[in-house]
T-cell receptor
Framework: EAQVTQNPRYLITVTGKKLTVTCSQN?????MSWYRQDPGLGLRQIYY???????DKGDVPEGYKVSRKEKRNFPLILESPSPNQTSLYFC?????????????FGDGTRLSIL | QQPVQSPQAVILREGEDAVINCSSS?????VHWYRQKHGEAPVFLMI?????EQKGHEKISASFNEKKQQSSLYLTASQLSYSGTYFC??????????FGAGTTVTVRA
């Protein structure tokens, strides 16, 4: 089954403790991205990747890092999480650039930073 | 650079129609529409590319007005299953995708 898998689904942690949210897709998609969703603000793009070893900032990249060492994986790293990063996070992938292809979203990861 | 969606919320009875608008201050290359049910991931509805074409998905269709940098989503003869939050995503041909704040649609029997 074609899917985007995120882990963990839920995480409660404390300020400053490094964490990684993993994202994996099995559709051989080139384009992957991370979004955060906050009430009243919709989905905001954090980072995106055009292909392996090619990443770039979205609209809200501060406090986040990403890497794309393999085509299928696109982890989101919070080196020193803060409470304002408490949010619902979605990973998404598409066959090519965002302009042409529908985004396939993972089920989401709810992060709470205390 | 987030597009502006309107209205923020709409309540419908089954069978009624609604229009959701999405506007950008920048020249758009494509517009995406997604629907998200409570507690679920957004699900793709359709993409409209520069060129002004209208697309459809069941009784949900959309248009793209390049001159106004605006897209509209039309919900026709709404069904209970149409309830959810609708997001437009805009692409400026810069590889990013910016989403609006969403429009919550509630369809009542």
């Amino acid at each position: 089954e074609a899917q985007v898998t995120q882990n963990p689904r839920y995480l409660i942690t404390v300020t400053g403790k490094k964490l990684t949210v993993t994202c994996s897709q099995n559709m051989n998609h080139e384009y992957m991205s991370w979004y955060r969703q906050d009430p009243g603000l919709g989905l905001r793009q954090i980072y995106y990747s055009m292909n392996v070893e090619v990443t770039d900032k979205g609209d809200v990249p501060e406090g986040y890092k990403v890497s794309r060492k393999e085509k299928r994986n696109f982890p989101l790293i919070l080196e020193s999480p803060s409470p304002n990063q408490t949010s619902l996070y979605f990973c998404a992938s598409s066959a090519r650039t965002a302009a042409y292809q529908p985004q396939h979203f993972g089920d989401g990861t709810r992060l709470s930073i205390l | 650079q987030q597009p502006v969606q309107s209205p923020q919320a709409v309540i419908l009875r089954e069978g009624e129609d609604a229009v959701i608008n999405c506007s950008s201050s920048k020249a758009l290359y494509s517009v995406h529409w997604y629907r998200q049910k409570h507690g679920e991931a957004p699900v793709f509805l359709m993409i409209l590319l520069k060129g002004g074409e209208q697309k459809g998905h069941e009784k949900i269709s959309a248009s793209f007005n390049e001159k106004k940098q605006q897209s509209s989503l039309y919900l026709t003869a709404s069904q209970l299953s149409y309830s959810g939050t609708y997001f437009c995503g805009t692409d400026l041909n810069d590889y990013k995708l910016s989403f609006g704040a969403g429009t919550t649609v509630t369809v009542r029997a």
